[in-house]
């Protein structure tokens, strides 16, 4: 390549460049703490919405949603003093007007530039939030179902219970309790059949109430991964 093809081929390493973060998922921004945002990636306009001219000299609190402007200066700080910060989850105005969810990061540079990253995480923060949903929901109708449901993890014997149920059963939430601790001893080789299958259900009398127990093997389940026991109360029935 001779010396005036050069600047040619720089020009066309740029112009891909440019197309390559045109398309990227990731925001880039380039900020200095008096003249706000001095260098906009092309990502922002499908990712915010907004042209890179518009985003240019916006500061912070332009941008981010009001109760997440300290936040956001609190990390660029940060990573002035050490480098790096986050990433954050934070929210960021779209150009429609409504406000999105941002993973955020910060690196600085040493001329007083700080890099900053941004990564929508909407879906993210829906799916999260469907799940902390759901297990509430469950949590809150197990604290008040008379069957007590735990899981026994095969290799440890250890106990994790589903909801509050087993605490009045047990008088504990340790998540280190193993069923040896919860069942009599003397019907330990009982319960272990029902753990193995040999038996269908057995009949526990536990704190003086006589409980139906049935186990089923889930340990090829993932989110699981253990006997699920189900002991069910047998009205009028003590020990």
């Not at 409504?98 to 990564?119: G, P």
Request: charged fraction near 15%.
């Amino acid at each position: 390549m001779n010396d005036s093809s050069a600047p040619a081929a720089s020009r066309g390493l740029r112009a891909f460049e440019e197309v390559v973060l045109q398309h990227s998922n990731d925001v880039g921004l380039l900020l200095h703490p008096k003249y706000g945002v001095v260098y906009a990636s092309p990502a922002v306009e499908h990712v915010l919405g907004f042209t890179v001219d518009h985003f240019l000299g916006m500061l912070a609190s332009s941008w981010v949603h009001p109760d997440d402007v300290p936040l956001a200066i609190e990390q660029r700080q940060l990573a002035v003093r050490s480098g790096h910060s986050g990433p954050v989850q934070l929210r960021g105005m779209h150009s429609d007007g409504s406000h999105h969810w941002f993973e955020a990061e910060w690196w600085h540079l040493a001329n007083d530039h700080t890099v900053l990253h941004l990564r929508n995480v909407d879906h993210r923060r829906e799916m999260a939030d469907d799940i902390a949903h759901h297990a509430a929901r469950t949590t809150n109708l197990l604290a008040h179902a008379a069957e007590i449901v735990v899981v026994v993890q095969v290799g440890t014997s250890t106990v994790t219970p589903l909801g509050d149920a087993f605490v009045r059963l047990a008088g504990t939430d340790s998540e280190a309790y193993t069923w040896q601790q919860l069942i009599p001893a003397a019907s330990h080789a009982d319960f272990e059949r029902l753990l193995t299958g040999e038996l269908q259900q057995l009949a526990l009398t536990i704190g003086g109430t006589t409980y139906r127990c049935r186990a089923v093997d889930l340990t090829d389940q993932p989110a699981v991964s253990g006997i699920a026991v189900y002991l069910l109360p047998q009205c009028g029935v003590t020990g």
